[in-house]
């Protein structure tokens, strides 16, 4: 069988783990097999990279940067290599990819293209080699800051993926999707099997530790991902994620996102002119704020009233426009925080009716306040007191057998 494997987070945090992945490879593949494995960073190497160079500069170049970021991640691709090698694996270590080029131009991420040469991998994949690629190839756009928010290797493994036609298997922190998180509902199910929009959806509206650029590629190009515990060897456990038109049953919801520590606005007495309000969410963007849930309420003297959400740290850099900016400081504005986003997802939803009414019936039943609300074709979303999730998610996860 012919797999693209990428190895990241929890799952390649230490030397032993890399001997444990190179030692199952040596137990289940089989001769004939094309394995290409990309490999993340392992835990502590990147983080130890930026915080040398932030100790030497505050203002890291972005060619300087992409440096950096490539060093932890062809560390541990040779460290891989060398693993495989001590069980008997003939492995290569390949650390750049340039060539033909996969176009994300329409992302709702920061990537435009991702090139990848498979010419090279296929020549070495015909001499039966198992090729070990270092993750990062300087993919996106990101700062001196985005440590832990920095991607790559994901993206990486499923544009390799696309490009030979082949299944990919991501292996990391994230070992499987559940309807909800087990931790707040303890009867939450192991999603067997879920489509791309709503893997996307949850990752958006949640905290999933899961590279979305990633999925939305495989998305675009078709291709089916796993996820998972990499010793399964019938693959019976984690989540693949495909095509919606190949899972045979849809459910209504498929399951609950959380997005902690939201904050809302609400700015009034805004011109109700149209310009106005465009040049308030510009002046946004300017400072570089993330919105969400935006709504707008007509009011009966000529203006109107504006809410968003966004999250805490976005709050900060708001309220200190607030403060500075002569058009923010003039306006009306409130801020309720201490809020949590609870969103359901599920490609059901396109097709069948009451999914809203469920949701407001439940929350009026359990007394719970709810505030803004936002929905997309497939999902849900209203924000709820911080204190009220574990109560929300609960009755919402019962009322729709999740």
Same mark, same amino acid.
């Given at each position: 069988?012919?797999? !693209?494997?990428?190895?990241? +987070?929890? &799952?390649? @945090?230490?030397?032993?783990?890399?001997? #444990?992945?190179?030692?199952?490879?040596?137990?289940?593949?089989?001769?004939?097999?094309?394995l290409v494995i990309?490999?993340?960073?392992?835990?502590?190497?990147t983080e130890n990279i930026i915080n040398m160079a932030n100790a030497i500069s505050g203002d890291i170049a972005r060619a300087e940067l992409d440096t950096l970021f490539a060093a932890g991640e062809q560390e541990t691709a040779a460290l891989m290599t060398i693993a495989l090698r001590e069980a008997g694996v003939d492995a290569v270590t !390949?650390?750049?990819?340039? +060539?033909? &080029?996969? @176009?994300?131009?329409?992302?709702?991420? #920061?990537?435009?293209?991702?090139?990848?040469?498979t010419e090279e991998l296929e020549r070495l994949l015909s001499e039966d080699k198992v090729i070990v690629v270092a993750g990062f190839q300087g993919i996106g756009d990101y700062d001196a800051a985005d440590v832990t928010g920095r991607y790559g290797a994901a993206s990486t493994a499923v544009a390799i993926a696309a490009q030979l036609g082949w299944p990919c298997q991501l292996y990391g922190t994230v070992n499987e999707f559940y309807t909800a998180d087990p931790d707040i509902y303890p009867q939450a199910k192991v999603i067997k099997k879920v489509g791309y929009e709503e893997v996307m959806e949850l990752i958006v509206l949640g905290n999933i530790d899961l590279e979305g650029r990633a999925i939305e590629l495989a998305h675009k190009y078709n291709v089916e991902l796993y996820i998972g515990d990499m010793k399964s060897a019938d693959k019976s456990g984690g989540t693949h994620i495909m095509n919606q038109n190949l899972i045979v049953e849809s459910m209504p919801v498929t399951g609950i996102s959380i997005s902690e520590n939201v904050v809302i606005y609400t700015l009034r007495g805004i011109e109700n002119d149209g310009a106005a309000v465009a040049n308030l969410f510009e002046l946004?963007?300017?400072?570089?704020?993330?919105?969400?849930?935006?709504?707008?309420?007509?009011?009966?003297?000529?203006?109107?009233?504006?809410?968003?959400?966004?999250?805490?740290?976005?709050?900060?850099?708001?309220?200190?426009?607030?403060?500075?900016?002569?058009?923010?400081?003039?306006?009306?504005?409130?801020?309720q925080d201490g809020l949590v986003l609870i969103s359901l997802v599920g490609a059901g939803m396109a097709?069948?009716?009451?999914?809203?009414?469920?949701?407001?019936?439940?929350?009026?039943?359990?007394?719970?306040?709810?505030?803004?609300?936002?929905?997309?074709?497939?999902?849900?979303?209203?924000?709820?007191?911080?204190e009220n999730k574990g109560k929300a998610v609960i009755a919402l996860g019962e009322a729709f057998n999740l």
């Open positions: 069988m012919n797999l !693209v494997q990428k190895y990241g +987070g929890e &799952s390649i @945090d230490s030397l032993q783990k890399v001997r #444990d992945i190179a030692q199952n490879v040596a137990v289940t593949r089989k001769p004939g097999d094309g990309v490999t993340g960073a392992m835990t502590g190497l !390949v650390t750049q990819l340039k +060539g033909r &080029s996969l @176009d994300l131009s329409d992302s709702i991420y #920061d990537s435009n293209t991702i090139e990848i040469d946004l963007g300017q400072i570089d704020v993330n919105i969400d849930m935006i709504s707008q309420q007509l009011a009966g003297d000529g203006t109107c009233t504006v809410s968003f959400s966004c999250d805490e740290k976005e709050a900060e850099v708001l309220d200190r426009a607030i403060t500075e900016n002569a058009t923010l400081s003039a306006l009306d504005i409130s801020k097709s069948r009716s009451g999914v809203a009414s469920t949701v407001f019936s439940v929350l009026a039943q359990e007394g719970i306040r709810y505030y803004q609300i936002t929905t997309s074709e497939i999902s849900i979303s209203v924000t709820v007191d911080r």
